[in-house]
């Protein structure tokens, strides 16, 4: 059974940066697409950032620029570096793995002053 485990949220002032990592249990993850999504109270989950095999990626508008999402295969690991917070970044941040359909517990970030 896949697991996914978030970690490093948690409250940023603007401008701020933090830095979410995800472990991913099982074998083969470097033949996965990964990535992050996130949902705002009231809001559907969407994607911010993914990644594939081939380390190609893919960011939403609202992200680029400011996000990095990257990959180690030898620690099966998935890493997403938030630069210059904003407020409208505050969400609950889910990490994804394609094969499977299977997502993470989601963890808090919250961008406040």
């Known amino acids: 059974q896949v697991q996914l485990v978030e970690s490093g949220g948690g409250l940023v002032h603007p401008g701020g940066s933090l830095r979410l990592s995800c472990a991913a249990s099982?074998?083969?993850?470097?033949?996965?697409?990964m990535g992050w999504y996130r949902q705002a109270p009231g809001k559907q989950r969407d994607m911010v950032a993914t990644?594939?095999?081939?380390?190609?990626?893919n960011y939403a508008d609202s992200v680029k620029g400011r996000f990095t999402i990257s990959r180690d295969n030898t620690k099966n690991m998935v890493y997403l570096q938030m630069n210059n917070l904003k407020p409208e970044d505050t969400a609950v941040y889910y990490c994804?793995?394609?094969?499977?359909?299977?997502w993470g517990q989601g963890i808090q970030v919250t961008v406040s002053s």
């Open positions: 994804y793995r394609a094969r499977g359909d299977a």
């Open positions: 990644i594939t095999p081939g380390r190609t990626t």
């Open positions: 099982g074998n083969l993850f470097e033949f996965d697409l």
